[in-house]
C-alpha cells in the first residue's frame, strides 16, 4: 500500500508541473519592481493559498532594489523590470541564472479630457496644452530608460526635457498623472489597465519595444522556496493571470 501511494504522489508531481509541498510553512522575502505591484498581490496571494508559504513584498524602482541587494539587504528573491541587473547580480556570484517572468510595455498615460483628437502619443505631447509630462527615473527605472529612448528616437528629447517631471519609479510616475500634478505620464500598461488607469486615456509606445522582466533568486535566501516561488511564477498557467495586468 505504502508502495501504491509513492507512485501516486509521484505521478500526481510529474502531471502537476508544480512540485511544491502542500504546506512548507515557509516565508519568503521578495523585491518586487514596481511596475508589477498589481499582479503580484494577486499572486502572492495564491501561492500562499496552495504552498503555505507568505511572501513579503518590498516594491521599488529596479535600480534602487539592485543596489539595497548589493548592500546586503535580506531579499531572498528578485523581480527586476529588465535583464540587465538580474545578470550583473549572477555574474557578480550574487544570484541565480536569470528567468523572464513577465513582458510588459510602456504606455503615455493622461486623465485630461479632450484629446479626442489624438492618435498617437508623439500628437499627445506636441499638444501646446501639454506642460509637465511624468517619467519614472531613466537611471533607476527601466520603464523610464525605455520611455527616454523613445522620446530621443522621436527627436523629442532635447525639445521637451525641460517639461520632464522625473518620478523614481512607476508607481510615482503614475500617481503624478493620476494627482494631475502633470498633463501625461509614462507608466507601464499594467497601470493604463487599472481601475484608475481606466479613468484616463493611454498611447501606446511601439517605439519602446516590449520590456523583459527576468527574476533571479538572491544567493544569500532561502534557495529550495525560493526556487519553488520561481517555478510557480514562471508556469504556463500564469500567462492568463499575467494577461489580465497587462503582460505577455
Known sequence: MRYLLCIIFSVLLVTGGFTAPASANGRLTVAVAANFIRPMAEIAEIFFQETGIRIETSYGATGKLYAQILRGAPFDVFLAADRKRPRLLHEQGLGSEPRTYARGRVVLWTSRQGFAHISTWQELLNDPTV??????????????????????????????????????????????????????????????????????????????????????????????????FLDFLTADRMQPLLARYGYE
Do not use: H
Not at 142 to 163: F, M, N, Q, S, V
Not at 167 to 181: D, K, P
Open 131 to 228: 506642460v509637465r509630462i511624468a517619467i519614472p527615473s531613466p537611471e533607476t527605472a527601466p520603464y523610464g530608460a525605455a520611455a527616454a529612448a523613445a522620446l530621443k528616437a522621436a527627436a523629442l528629447w532635447d525639445r521637451l526635457r525641460e517639461k520632464l517631471v522625473y518620478g523614481q519609479s512607476v508607481a510615482q510616475a503614475f500617481q503624478f498623472g493620476v494627482s494631475r500634478g502633470v498633463d501625461a505620464a509614462f507608466v507601464s500598461a499594467s497601470y493604463a489597465m487599472s481601475r484608475q488607469g481606466r479613468r484616463g486615456r493611454s498611447f501606446p509606445i511601439a517605439e519602446a519595444g516590449p520590456i523583459i522582466q527576468q527574476a533571479c533568486i538572491v544567493n544569500s535566501g532561502k534557495n529550495e522556496l525560493a526556487k519553488i
